[in-house]
């Protein structure tokens, strides 16, 4: 299984060293379904049975036939892939399937415009830089409407018209060192000035849960909770103020303690004073309805209901980034319409691909759609006829025979966490919760940082436990799991829709074994290779 030095090569070598300490250096040459094959010492293949499923971008399985056959038709007829700044009648179709399913599963019909992308964090810093477009947008018209009503007063002013009221200054309080009553319209309108103008290129915030994950790149980065990831980074993009996921009423303080005003003046009984207009702090809310890489926690309904209204209370927009849990993974197209979320954007990327393309997407509101933004973002990849085509023969195979592979997820889910359920309830001291929706489901560890197992111990206070556990399970039972991105003693399942009992029943014997290692404190065993 251990890769040479050579193999190991340049390409993130470091990375190839870590996955080698755990056992998990592998190197797959051929996939299907949910099996991977890795070959043995004598060159034949081993099947190794996959709950990974491209953290969640195979919800078809490995190289499905069906969009195998289609991809290479496409190939064979020498389609035009790339061919930026033309037509794109592909994408364009694409766009409208998408819209047809998000209509029927949300029940109404407002359109949603797509800005496509080709990776997970590509489409989330589309859909944030919108947002941001957006919100510059409504900041230009709010100081263009301040300007406006400054410039009507001071002619009123000159006019002998209206006089600045008595107490005008006050609306400044301490902040504003300049705390003595106004002498005339010209030093009221300076001080409105000097009150604004730090406050209008004040940097934007968002909003997000703990534990939240939306990718790696620069702006994605910061709306990603794990401080590892995020925080070396944190002088290159715009902030998030995250809130306790179990903690509806946290949203309205947390939006509360940045509020933010504009000084605007108004003629009130004819006298001219100083009336505050709230200044667009935030530029999104960004949350999945399931969250992956944070330990495969289902958002509640009040949480979702919580995240809806205190946005709609200050015009923020709710991106709901649905990469991983979208595309049918929870039951449903959407995870976020089984707890009744509305978005104003939907990100989705992973199986949107079929596992052959890379492509993802950002879908905006149109009543918040700002169309001159196709003219300031695009990609030299994003929309090409290749991924546009298998995106839209994933979501004809998702979509047939009335969503039947809806229900299959369901129904394979269930059974998926029945046995999960079971295998916990027999190791209590070891498997501390199941959790998730449909085919995205997480297995908790017990903490064992308390093992009187040295190693174990070791690997438990480390962080490292979740990928040991993978490793013994991928050494012994030719079974890969492996620990959402930021909760590491969380083992994610994401397999495809195709999972047949007997696959469930392979996972159960290798957990049961796991755990029953980990309950004799069994550290040679556990780490045997
Ligand atoms: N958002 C979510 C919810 C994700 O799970 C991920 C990837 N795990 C991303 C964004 C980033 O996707 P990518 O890795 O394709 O950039």
């Known amino acids: 299984m251990n890769a040479t030095a050579s193999e190991t090569g340049l390409a993130e070598p470091h990375l190839a060293e870590v996955l080698a300490a755990v056992g998990l250096d592998v190197e797959y040459v ?61 994408a364009n179709r694409l766009a409208a399937a998408l819209n047809s399913v998000l209509s029927r599963e949300l029940g109404d019909d407002e359109r949603y415009f797509a800005i496509f992308a080709n990776s997970g964090a590509e489409a989330v810093e589309a859909a944030v830089k919108h947002a941001e477009f957006d919100r510059m947008l409504k900041v ?38 300049s705390g003595d009553p106004v002498r005339d319209i010209e030093e009221l309108i300076a001080r409105v000035d000097r009150w604004n103008a730090p406050r209008l290129s004040r940097a934007p915030l968002f909003l997000a849960p703990e534990g939240a ?31 306790p996921l179990d903690q509806p009423e946290a949203i309205r ?24 207009r709230d200044f667009p702090v935030f530029c999104a809310f960004v949350l999945e309805p399931i969250q992956g890489e944070g330990g495969i926690n289902v958002v509640s309904r009040e949480f979702a209901e919580a995240v809806r209204k205190a946005c709609d209370a200050i015009d923020c927009p709710v991106v709901v980034d649905e990469i991983q849990s979208g595309m049918g993974r929870s039951g449903a197209f959407l995870a976020s319409s089984l707890i009744g979320l509305r978005g ?94 449909g085919l995205m489901l997480g297995v908790e560890f017990q903490d064992q940082s308390g093992s009187t197992a040295a190693t174990i111990q070791g690997l438990s206070r480390s962080g490292f436990l979740g990928y040991a556990v993978a490793g013994y399970l991928l050494r012994g039972h030719g079974v890969r799991l492996f620990p959402t991105g930021s909760a590491a003693n969380t083992l994610r399942l994401e397999p495809s829709a195709g999972l047949t009992d007997a696959e469930i029943a392979q996972l159960e014997a290798a957990l049961k074994d796991v755990c029953a290692v980990l ?10 290779s």
């Open 30 to 90: 051929r996939a299907e379904g949910n099996t991977l094959y890795r070959l043995d010492e004598d060159q034949r293949e081993v099947p190794v049975l996959d709950f990974v499923g491209g953290f969640g971008s195979l919800i078809l399985g490995h190289n499905h036939p069906e969009i195998v056959a289609f991809a290479q038709d496409l190939l064979r007829s020498r389609l035009p892939i790339h061919a930026q700044f033309s037509r794109a009648p592909h």
């Open 519 to 528: 309950r004799d404190q069994d550290e040679g065993r556990f780490m045997a």
């Open 344 to 437: 104003d954007y939907y990100t989705l990327a992973k199986s949107l691909g079929g596992g052959v393309a890379k492509t993802s997407v950002a879908l905006i509101r149109e009543s918040r759609y700002r169309k001159e933004f196709e003219l300031v973002h695009s990609s030299t990849f994003a929309k090409d006829g290749f991924s546009s085509l298998v995106a839209l023969k994933v979501l004809e195979l998702l979509e047939a025979d009335d969503g039947r592979l809806y229900r299959v997820v369901e129904e394979r889910g269930r059974s998926l966490r029945a046995m999960l359920d079971a295998v916990r309830a027999e190791f209590p001291d070891i498997l501390k919760d199941v959790r998730g929706a």
């Open 253 to 276: 303080k947390t939006i509360d303690a940045e509020r933010t005003v504009l000084l605007d003046l108004a003629v009130e009984d004819g006298t001219v004073t100083v009336v505050e």
């Open 140 to 177: 230009a018209a709010l100081s263009e409407e301040i300007n406006d009503h400054v410039a009507r007063i001071r002619t009123l002013v000159r006019d002998g018209l209206v006089v600045p009221a008595a107490g005008a200054h006050e609306r400044f309080g301490d902040a504003d060192r």
């Open 213 to 243: 994950f939306h990718g790696k790149l620069v702006g994605s980065v910061q709306l990603t909770h794990n401080e590892a990831f995020r925080t070396p980074f944190k002088a290159l993009a715009a902030q998030a103020r995250f809130v």
